[in-house]
């Protein structure tokens, strides 16, 4: 399609191949400046191109125009930086996800501005553009933790162009206007229910509903029994290899448990389960007579975890927070704090810290309280004797 000239030549309106939107573009003050109208129709793509070009006019006049390099090219240079950095530190899948948001999401309201003009008051309006988008294509916003991974990865960019001397001061992008957030707990299953759920699986592992469901409910069962003794998250239980895992005699304990090389967000960790990991573990092993490098779970049996949980009425607690197979790591979490075990060593086993669990897990268990330390009343000096009257007197 045509190039469209307006404001006299100084501004050109075109199409790139393969967009449906309409690009504006001028040169002002010996530079170029691009910007997508976001806009199919061509007259109100004309309207958004010159009150965009006269707003650069007047940032010109009032010495306001900032020349720099754009937040695409800070980008670039932080995706470069950020997995060679990183590399062992955060998985390969957790950089793929910033450098998708980025290319996304982000570039394409960012990308054509300069990191001197990112303002939180820019910020904000993409905080209202991405959710405007959302609810016109699926009909919803995104999620709290979606928005802050993105924040997150603006953020970062921004740092990267402050480093490189590209921008004198990182902006404030905390979220206006936030009212401070209730703690809820995660969901998880109290002892009672997770002898339900176990006791379910086992029925169902014994009893399949059908013939071609007989390994599938066994994978089940074992699945459950060790997400709940190992506190592993599904997406570390899905990276799993045989290899991964060896059954040793603790020397602390004197148990047999497993020793678990844990790939996950946070790189490379370590995990040592409960003695009830170790015979779903050598089930796993005996059914599947695996080779070293198969994964332990190559399948993640949602479909039939959930008609269970719907079945036994677990699928939601009583606060009405949803169960998922990450209630499992709450559920191992939740025990161990229960049974009394240290916290630092439940945070060092579960890699994550001790602020994540008092602020998730041990705020809602009632035998982390000690009732003899919170009782305490202090000793009321005795009353003074009253004096005794003088008979002479």
Request: glycine share 6%; hydrophobic share 35%; charged share 30%.
């Amino acid at each position: 399609m045509a190039d469209h000239v307006l404001m006299g030549g100084r501004l050109h309106l075109y199409q790139r191949e393969n967009s449906r939107y309409w690009q504006c573009a001028t040169f002002l003050d010996g530079r170029n400046y691009r910007m997508s109208t976001r806009e199919e129709s061509l007259s109100r793509a004309k309207d958004i191109a010159e009150d965009w070009y006269l707003e650069l006019r007047g940032k010109l006049k009032r010495g306001e125009l900032i020349h720099g390099k754009t937040f695409a090219y800070a980008a670039e240079q932080f995706i470069r930086e950020y997995q060679i950095i990183t590399e062992g530190q955060r998985s390969e899948l957790y950089v793929e996800l910033q450098e998708m948001r980025l290319r996304n999401h982000i570039l394409p309201f960012f990308g054509h501005m300069v990191v001197g003009e990112i303002t939180p008051g820019v910020v904000q309006k993409y905080r209202i553009h991405r959710r405007e988008k959302a609810i016109a294509e699926r009909g919803q916003p995104p999620a709290r933790s979606t928005m802050h991974q993105e924040i997150v990865a603006i953020r970062q960019v921004l740092k990267t162009a402050n480093r490189h001397g590209w921008l004198p001061l990182v902006p404030d992008l905390s979220e206006p206007f936030k009212a401070s957030r209730k703690i809820s707990h995660r969901a998880w299953f109290s002892p009672d229910e997770y002898k339900q759920l176990y006791t379910a699986t086992r029925k169902r592992a014994k009893k399949p509903t059908r013939s071609r469901y007989a390994w599938e409910s066994a994978q089940l069962h074992d699945y459950v029994l060790f997400m709940a003794n190992t506190g592993l998250r599904p997406d570390e239980a899905a990276r799993l290899q045989y290899r991964d895992v060896a059954i040793i005699l603790d020397d602390a304990t004197g148990e047999t448990i497993l020793e678990i090389e844990v790939r996950g967000k946070r790189g490379v960790g370590y995990c040592k389960s409960m003695t009830g990991a170790v015979m779903p573990f050598r089930r796993l092993k005996k059914r599947n007579n695996p080779e070293a490098t198969d994964p332990i779970f190559p399948k993640t049996h949602r479909e039939m975890f959930n008609r269970i949980l719907d079945e036994e009425g677990l699928k939601f607690d009583r606060e009405g927070n949803r169960r998922t197979a990450y209630s499992l790591r709450h559920t191992y979490i939740c025990l161990r704090l229960m049974e009394g075990a240290d916290i630092y060593q439940i945070a060092k086993n579960c890699r994550t810290s001790v602020e994540m669990i008092e602020k998730y897990y041990a705020s809602h268990i009632k035998t982390s309280i000690d009732a003899a330390a919170v009782n305490v009343r202090k000793q009321k000096p005795p009353k003074p004797a009253k004096p005794v009257p003088d008979k002479d007197s």
